[in-house]
């Protein structure tokens, strides 16, 4: 989702390899040294680890769930150029694929899952797993940065078009087609984000004083925010909230920022004008006959809402997200500290954040097990084995006919077993959530 290097937290913290939010924000995957958590962020404003394996699969550098499903996509450190897909609630493995290089990051949404490498893409057709057209010869991209929409309806893919300047190349992964190239930063990109309907998209550069908001797929520039002056920074995730009225960003430094995209609205013209509307004229007057790059600090609108990062967490990485929880803005916060957090954020008056609520994802290997807690068991559904519980015990599990486990070297032979992925199911694969939520 929109991070430096997919989320990958890798050298941050002794354990935690990755920590990523799900397409809606509703669960949180974790990568470790020993296995991989999967969260759920619940109405009451809780973070309940719902499934765990620990054991004899490790260290997983990449973890992808698709929405709150069962579906989820792996990657291990000691076989980095070989994606896994299970479907963890039945203790299947629905595919797996091994690429010529490493992969570094995997998008998925409902429609496609994206593989991107340094210098190629893959684009899979989620439905039956195969890959329906690859995306060669990109400029460099070693951090994996990319970002796909969620929209049922659009499947937009980002990524960066340049490995010297920042330019965003769109792509239509439902078509198959370019769309367009976005020239939003001078430097190379650092971050990029799409809005949750695939219109907007959010773009941050290596330099990090800058945001700036492109329409999508026309690529107009839509607004551009102020990070700092001073100081760059290293923008590590950008996220917008539900309703696009708002966008986080987060870096290596003590504050994120929440700005708010207000549309523009004309303003009347009064008689009798106050000393502020003479001095904005003056500041927009003298925008005119500045430089470019003098003319957009003047310009460019500052953060609407901070966060004070905590002190535990300011020197490791993090990733962001906003969302609605019973009608309230919420900024979710994963960092490699071990620590989840919650802000609320104030969509009427802005200001400092409160922090809600910090929750552990981190458990020493001496704590693996927790009371009735096992590897691989769903603490939702603990009627069954699962592959994860098998691998634990290094049991050879005997697939149904249906649900035949797939393990195939190349992508180009790799086959599934039919009808495995219902996506109509809403029982495994929940509709997806694009309003607030109640």
Not at 110 to 131: Q, Y
Not at 308 to 316: D, F, R
Not at 375 to 383: A, F, L, P, R, T
């Amino acid at each position: 989702m929109n991070l430096v290097n997919a989320g990958s937290l890798s050298n941050d913290h002794n354990d935690i390899l990755f920590v990523n939010f799900n397409q809606d924000c509703t669960s949180l995957a974790v990568g470790t040294k020993t296995g991989y958590r999967l969260y759920t962020v619940n109405s009451s404003e809780k973070l309940q680890e719902t499934y765990s394996c620990e054991k004899d699969i490790e260290d997983i550098c990449i973890v992808e769930r698709l929405f709150s499903s069962s579906l989820i996509a792996i990657v291990s450190m000691a076989n980095p150029r070989k994606l896994r897909v299970y479907h963890f609630k039945k203790g299947t493995e629905i595919c797996n694929y091994c690429y010529s290089n490493t992969v570094l990051s995997v998008r998925l949404n409902r429609n496609r899952l994206v593989v991107c490498l340094d210098e190629r893409i893959d684009i899979h057709n989620i439905s039956d797993m195969r890959v329906i057209h690859t995306i060669r010869d990109i400029p460099s991209n070693p951090k994996g940065l990319c970002a796909l929409s969620v929209d049922n309806e659009k499947s937009y893919l980002a990524y960066p078009g340049s490995s010297q300047v920042g330019e965003v190349q769109i792509f239509d992964t439902m078509n198959l087609r370019p769309i367009t190239m976005i020239p939003a930063h001078d430097s190379p990109l650092a971050a990029i984000a799409f809005d949750w309907h695939g219109s907007k998209l959010a773009t941050a550069s290596e330099k990090g004083t800058v945001i700036r908001v492109f329409s999508v797929p026309q690529g107009k520039r839509l607004f551009e925010f102020r990070r700092g002056i001073k100081r760059n920074a290293a923008i590590y995730s950008l996220s917008f909230s539900p309703d696009s009225l708002f966008l986080s960003a987060s870096s290596n430094l003590e504050t994120i920022h929440i700005f708010r995209l207000d549309a523009p609205k004309e303003k009347p013209q009064e008689e009798n004008q106050s000393w502020m509307s003479y001095f904005n004229k003056a500041v927009q007057s003298a925008a005119n006959y500045l430089p470019t790059q003098a003319s957009d600090v003047l310009t460019q609108d500052r953060a609407f809402a901070t966060v004070n990062v905590p002190n535990s967490a300011l020197n490791y990485r993090n990733i962001c997200a906003l969302t609605y929880i019973q009608k309230n803005l919420r900024l979710l916060m994963a960092s490699a500290d071990g620590y989840f957090y919650m802000f609320d954020v104030n969509t009427q008056e802005g200001g400092v954040c409160k922090l809600l609520t910090q929750s552990s994802i981190y458990v020493p290997n001496s704590s693996l097990f927790n009371n009735s807690l096992e590897c691989g068991v769903d603490i939702n559904n603990n009627s069954g084995g699962s592959y994860a519980q098998a691998a634990c015990k290094n049991v050879k599990i005997e697939p149904d006919d249906n649900e035949r486990i797939i393990k195939n070297e190349l992508a180009s032979q790799a086959g599934v077993a039919k009808n495995l992925i219902k996506l109509s199911d809403t029982t495994e694969f929940p509709p997806m959530i694009t309003t607030k939520s109640n």
